[in-house]
């Protein structure tokens, strides 16, 4: 029961192109998005939230995009650089109380070529 | 930049073993988790923790798993009887509140395998 899916595996992008890297979840309950990144041998690292309440975040490079109404989310990287080049997870969370887990995505390995 | 770190980087244990995964999260943080990664599939909760005590926890951690916060610093998953299943990439994050609206930190995982 996949309720957040990153269907694109991989992604390849030109230095200094825009990438783009999609997230669509299934769970209503969810009002909570988050955007890892992760390095070989690390830890996923946070990136860029958005909360439900809002459509668009920006974090410089970095924006994300939430269409609530199509359970779509997406990041947006521009420019594109060579140390952008790593596995992107969506995650999610929704209204529990106490802690409430990530529900994460399997992953897009972005590779950005210079 | 304060950050979560895991003991050891790599544990490797013979099937039936007892193994303790160590965590030190972010030093002002409340709420301690644990997440696994199998080769090649999604990252995965395992477990919630705050105030001394479990606040929820998925099907994956059955009664072979045992988490504790032995003192001010350290958060441990204690896996009691490994099996080769348990291969794994196994994360600890931490987060400053609860809610759905915080941020949850990771630290850098501890592969573990059982041979």
């Known amino acids: 029961d996949q309720q957040v899916k990153q269907n694109s595996p991989s992604l390849s992008v030109q230095e200094g192109r825009i990438s783009i890297l999609n997230c669509d979840y299934t769970?209503?309950?969810?009002?909570?998005f988050l955007w890892y990144k992760k390095y070989p041998a690390e830890g996923p690292t946070f990136l860029i939230s958005i909360s439900s309440i809002k459509d668009k975040n920006e974090d410089g490079r970095f924006t994300v995009f939430l269409n609530k109404s199509a359970k779509h989310l997406s990041l947006h990287i521009v420019p594109s650089q060579p140390g952008d080049s790593a596995v992107y997870f969506c995650?999610?969370?929704?209204?529990?109380?106490?802690?409430?887990?990530?529900?994460f995505g399997k992953g897009t390995r972005l590779s950005v070529i210079a | 930049e304060p950050e979560v770190t895991q003991t050891p980087s790599h544990q490797v244990t013979q099937m039936g073993q007892e193994v303790i995964l160590r965590c030190v999260p972010i030093s002002n943080h409340l709420y301690f988790y644990w997440y696994r990664q199998i080769l090649g599939q999604k990252v995965e909760f395992l477990v919630s923790?705050?105030?001394?005590?479990?606040?929820?926890k998925s099907e994956i951690f059955d009664d072979q798993f045992s988490v504790e916060r032995p003192d001010g610093s350290n958060f441990t998953l204690k896996i009691r009887s490994t099996k080769l299943e348990d291969s794994a990439m196994y994360f600890c994050?931490?987060?400053?509140?609860?809610?759905?609206?915080?941020?949850?930190?990771f630290g850098p995982g501890t592969r573990l395998t059982v041979l």
């Open positions: 994050a931490s987060s400053l509140t609860a809610g759905n609206v915080d941020t949850q930190y």
């Open positions: 769970n209503s309950m969810f009002d909570y």
């Open positions: 923790f705050y105030n001394n005590e479990i606040s929820e």
């Open positions: 995650a999610a969370s929704g209204r529990n109380s106490g802690n409430t887990p990530l529900v």
